[in-house]
């Protein structure tokens, strides 16, 4: 089955820096790569996807990556805010079942004043 | 449109006790999905549904139990409970299992003693 490994596994920056988390995946069938913002006590957000025809997506200051060749797959945070704290899952779906997701372990994001 | 629902939020269970984690949809989704949560594992499907009358197991299905007699609903149970499943549990929908967008409940946090 895939497996995804997400890194790193804690991030902190600084109001106004970058942030970048990594995931690399396993099965080259998975063509679905969506990121989830997930809040204290909340329940997961989806918050930017991309699909395997395209290398990169960007919406407003999320941006995500995709190297199909090396099996890898980026979230990039710009001009972060103290509001984007938070853990982000990274995940994958093989082709033809959207839905079935398996998900990083998680990067918790702490955005310091 | 109430979207996903899960009840109960909270539970504490004994050892051998069993119970019904609740989810329903209000969507009309064909797919519906238990996933759980612990602390550095991320998410892990449990099982998963893509209309009714048809489950299947996620990665993580032993103790666990679902049916789907209706499209609104995806119950999970807990045969007989074990420390090992204290975790928060998550159902998610989405249209069809070729949706790439699902939709989380808000959760429900199980304590077993």
């Known amino acids: 089955g895939e497996n995804v490994e997400q890194h790193p596994s804690t991030l902190s920056v600084q109001e106004g820096d970058s942030a970048v988390i990594k995931c690399t995946y396993s099965d080259s069938a998975s063509n679905y790569f969506p990121w989830y913002k997930q809040e204290l006590g909340k329940r997961p957000q989806l918050i930017i996807d991309?699909?395997?025809?395209?290398g990169e997506k960007k919406d407003q200051r999320i941006a995500v990556t995709l190297n199909k060749t090396a099996k890898h797959f980026s979230l990039h945070i710009t001009e972060t805010q103290p509001e984007d704290s938070a853990v982000y899952f990274c995940a994958a779906s093989e082709s033809g079942t959207a839905s079935k997701l398996t998900f990083g372990t998680g990067t918790r994001l702490q955005v310091t004043l | 449109n109430a979207g996903v629902t899960q009840t109960p939020k909270f539970q504490v269970l004994k050892t051998g006790q069993s119970m019904t984690l609740q989810c329903a949809q209000d969507m009309n989704h064909e797919y519906m999905s238990w996933y759980r949560q612990d602390p550095g594992m991320g998410l892990r499907l449990i099982h998963y549904s893509v209309g009714a009358g048809i489950t299947d197991q996620g990665e993580v299905p032993n103790g666990y139990n679902v049916s789907r007699s209706t499209t609104e609903d995806f119950p999970l149970r807990l045969l007989s409970a074990a420390p090992s499943q204290t975790s928060v549990y998550f159902c998610?929908?989405?249209?069809?299992?070729?949706?790439?967008?699902?939709?989380f409940g808000p959760g429900t946090r199980l304590t077993v003693t």
């Open positions: 998610a929908s989405s249209r069809t299992s070729t949706s790439y967008e699902q939709y």
């Open positions: 991309i699909r395997s025809n395209v």
